[in-house]
């Protein structure tokens, strides 16, 4: 079993930066890959960013590409996701999850855990 706990989602101004943090706990969470995603209100559930456990390749939507950097420190069993040049459209609940190998980095169907997501609002 896995636990994962967001942190880090607040109010900001558009054009501004946050980085959210997701904290693992549990076995082996350093052998999982992991991933952000995000969901608006009426909105589905969207990939963002993923980066794999080993040899730690990063994966991105579109429409973040350039703005949002995935990161993991295996040692201390956290992900992060560095945002910047925030824009109003990326207001959602953002969620962590895990995901074993046997996955595809985009689909939220492929990942086992799931965080409880910590809210990101962007003021214009």
């Known amino acids: 079993q896995v636990q994962l706990v967001e942190s880090g989602g607040r109010l900001v101004q558009a054009g501004g930066s946050l980085r959210l943090s997701c904290a693992a706990s549990?076995?082996?969470?350093?052998?999982?890959?992991m991933g952000w995603f995000r969901q608006a209100p009426g909105k589905d559930r969207e990939f963002v960013a993923a980066?794999?456990?080993?040899?730690?390749?990063?994966y991105y939507a579109d429409s973040v590409k350039g703005r949002f950097t995935i990161s993991r420190d295996n040692a201390e069993n956290t992900v992060y996701l560095k945002m910047s040049s925030l824009e109003p459209e990326d207001t959602a609940v953002y969620y962590c999850?895990?995901?074993?190998?046997?996955?595809?980095?985009?689909?939220?169907?492929?990942?086992?855990?799931w965080g409880q997501g910590t809210q990101v609002t962007v003021s214009t």
């Open positions: 999850a895990a995901a074993r190998d046997d996955w595809v980095a985009q689909y939220a169907s492929t990942y086992v855990y």
């Open positions: 549990g076995r082996t969470t350093s052998t999982y890959n």
């Open positions: 980066v794999t456990w080993g040899t730690r390749i990063t």
